[in-house]
């Protein structure tokens, strides 16, 4: 069967289609029926049946004969270091660590957060948690402790699992330090926190609170893998939305495991046995999806990176892993290639290496531009898919799915929407409008599974962020097109999020922050156009009258503000001091004229603008930044 026909059958009879994609999960129980829309417009899949991610992820591949495959790779080119670990290594491990979980009396429904960087440990903490029916929340290493205590108190973990550090190309990153300071922070206590220490920085622990990973487990009884409801939650993972208080997106158990299941062999050609690579952080959705879940329940070897694409030590080193590691499907963010390019530009690193094996490159994160598409075309030889999904997602919206069939690529889309996603792009009154007509990209409800169900415990914020806007469908945030050949075009987002080297931000949050600076009356942060990461983000501050301080000094406490107070990931290193901010005459900041005028597009003038006058200002507050470039 070729795409159309897959896209065909699922959109026939959605509920064969899932029932039988669910065939390829060890249930304990198999679920009754796919799609459970009693509560519409919530709805849920798989809910009644009774099934472990631990088991699928781990203990079937031993038990049909794979314990010996490499089921994890480690790859850490800042510590010097490759390690491989068995399916059955990974077992004893996992069933281990969940023992010790277990005995220190954390349950099914329970959180536990997990804090740490790309180390094997971390995928295990995962399967622990998964292992026994608690809840992950992964945190990225790459925010600040404030933003950690956020998470804190948003879904009260019992237990954090720590490393005692990160390693950067160019430090140290003290998570221990880091941790301690946001549980200081947060109102929430955990009862316990469980140390990994790496050698590079040995942590103190806290006498009664802090357990070493090892000595944590020393003498325990290996947990076996409980069963858990379909709508049970695998994990709550955070992501950026307008304000400061990220959202907590839900992923539940059944249709997190068919969906991946169904993606690892249809969209990335992957199947038991093979290799397969994304490079990403377990902090964010795609690690979740293909660092750990997605390769490991289909029965292949994944590779965890501890890296970076150029500097450790050269623009080699992505090559250089997939050589060794044979790897057949790779997936990357744009800007990784970016970077590569700018030191690599005619692709003299690649050809020092054997890459026969790998078949097919995935991008995804932001905007694939066509420049760096071609590149890679042209210097790898192999079919580069751009794809398109989100954290909330989890799995590809729109891909080219080569496991089905190779289709033609069309440079600057993500081709076309997966299965399980009605895909509209629809006007401001939320009428579907004609192919090549921008408008607000929507999908019919019911998403498929493994997509969101809800938000942590923010069942209103859920359905005010994504159903109410366009009833009856889910609102993406992103805006494009679709063309007459169904090919969706992603644009731009529709709200105040940017997109930093492949990392969703909230401009939002950043001018929470900003604005608590004891100078700073008023503020507004937009994401400009970086050749390098994609966007950048670059604040406007409006001091308090009177107030005659420096304005270097006081955009230098600023951009140390946004580091100490989001994290070091945000990139926050532009921001002028203006007297006045562009807004409408009904107060509402004028962003988009900001961007447009800072990236160098053409504009109009607003037609709502309350002083065109201040614009000019604008205008020359960014010349200052040296915006437009070129
Ligand atoms: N822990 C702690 N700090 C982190 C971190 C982590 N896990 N990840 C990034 N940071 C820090 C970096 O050290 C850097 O700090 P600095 O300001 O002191 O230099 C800052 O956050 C910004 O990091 P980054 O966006 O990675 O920029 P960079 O200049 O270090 O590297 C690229 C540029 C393009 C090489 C890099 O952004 C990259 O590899 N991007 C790919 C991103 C990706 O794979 N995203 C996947 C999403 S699907
Ligand atoms: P995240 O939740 O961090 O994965 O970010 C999701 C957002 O990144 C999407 O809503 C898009 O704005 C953007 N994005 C992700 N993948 C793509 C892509 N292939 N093309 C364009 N934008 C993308």
Redesign the pocket.
């Known amino acids: 069967m070729g795409y159309k026909e897959v896209y065909s059958a699922w959109q026939a009879d959605p509920e064969k289609f899932w029932m039988e994609a669910a065939e390829k999960i060890d249930w304990d129980t198999k679920p009754s029926k796919a799609l459970f829309d009693g509560n519409a417009p919530l709805y849920e899949w798989f809910s009644d049946g009774l099934v472990n991610t631990c088991w699928n992820a781990v203990d079937r591949h031993v038990e049909e004969g794979r314990g010996d495959q490499i089921a994890i790779m480690h790859e850490s080119p800042i510590t010097h270091s490759t390690k491989g670990i068995t399916y059955k290594e990974l077992q004893t491990r996992v069933a281990s660590l969940a023992g010790a979980l277990k005995m220190r009396g954390v349950e099914k429904g329970d959180r536990v957060i997990i804090y740490m960087?790309?180390i094997p440990e971390a995928l295990e903490a995962m399967l622990a948690c998964s292992r026994i029916g608690a809840i992950h929340s992964v945190v990225?290493?790459?925010f600040a402790a404030n933003e950690l205590a956020v998470r804190i108190d948003d879904c009260t973990p019992k237990a954090i699992i720590a490393a005692s550090c990160?390693l950067?190309?160019?430090?140290v990153?003290h998570y221990k330090p880091l941790l301690d300071e946001a549980i200081e922070i947060a109102d929430h206590k955990p009862e316990f926190c469980v140390i990994f220490q790496r050698e590079q920085e040995v942590a103190k622990l806290i006498e009664g609170r802090d357990f070493s990973w090892h000595g944590f487990q020393y003498g325990v009884k290996p947990a076996d893998c409980v069963p858990v409801e379909g709508n049970h939650p695998a994990y709550i993972l955070y992501t950026s939305g307008t304000t400061g208080q990220p959202k907590g997106v839900v992923r539940h158990t059944g249709g997190h495991l068919v969906a991946l299941q169904w993606t690892m062999k249809n969209i990335y050609n992957i199947e038991a046995g093979d290799r397969f690579w994304a490079?990403?952080?377990v902090?964010?959705?795609?690690g979740h999806s293909y660092i750990c879940y997605g390769p490991l329940i289909a029965g292949a070897t994944t590779v965890v990176f501890e890296g970076?694409?150029?500097g450790t030590p050269h623009p080699g080193v992505f090559w250089r892993i997939i050589q060794n590691n044979r790897i057949k499907s790779f997936f990357?963010?744009p800007?990784?290639l970016?970077?590569i390019k700018r030191e690599d530009p005619n692709g003299e690193w690649i050809k020092r290496y054997a890459l026969h094996d790998l078949q097919a490159l995935f991008l995804?994160?932001e905007r694939a531009d066509p420049d760096t598409v071609e590149w890679a075309q042209k210097h790898l030889g192999v079919p580069v898919v751009d794809h398109w999904w989100q954290t909330e997602t989890g799995w590809a919206i729109a891909a080219n799915p080569i496991g089905i069939e190779e289709l033609p690529t069309k440079v600057g889309s993500p081709s076309v929407p997966m299965p399980g996603y009605d895909v509209q792009v629809l006007d401001e009154g939320g009428h579907p409008v004609a192919p090549g007509t921008l408008g607000a990209i929507a999908i019919k409800l019911p998403l498929p599974p493994g997509t969101l169900p809800t938000l942590w415990q923010a069942e209103e914020r859920f359905k005010k962020s994504y159903l109410e806007h366009f009833p009856g469908y889910y609102e993406t945030g992103d805006a494009g097109y679709i063309d007459e050949d169904g090919y969706l075009y992603i644009m731009a987002r529709t709200d105040d999020v940017i997109n930093?080297?492949?990392?969703r931000l909230s401009t939002g949050a950043m001018e929470e922050v900003l604005a608590g600076h004891p100078d700073v009356a008023e503020c507004a942060v937009i994401g400009v156009a970086d050749d390098?990461?994609g966007q950048s983000p670059m604040g406007f501050l409006c001091l308090n009258a009177g107030c005659n301080r420096p304005h270097a000094e006081i955009v230098k406490e600023c951009v140390a503000r946004v580091?100490d107070q989001i994290?070091?990931?945000a990139?926050f290193k532009l921001a002028t001091v203006v007297d006045r901010l562009p807004k409408t005459r009904s107060g509402k900041i004028l962003r988009g004229t900001m961007v447009k005028i800072a990236d160098g597009q053409e504009w109009k003038m607003p037609a709502t603008i309350d002083d065109p006058a201040i614009l000019d200002e604008i205008t020359e507050a960014l010349k200052g930044l040296g915006y437009p470039r070129g």
Do not use: Q
């Open positions: 960087p790309m990225f290493g790459g990160g950067e190309p160019n430090r990153v490079a990403s952080d902090g964010w959705v795609v970076k694409p150029i990357t963010a800007t990784a970016r970077a995804a994160g930093v080297a492949g990392h390098l990461k580091r994290g070091p990931v990139a």
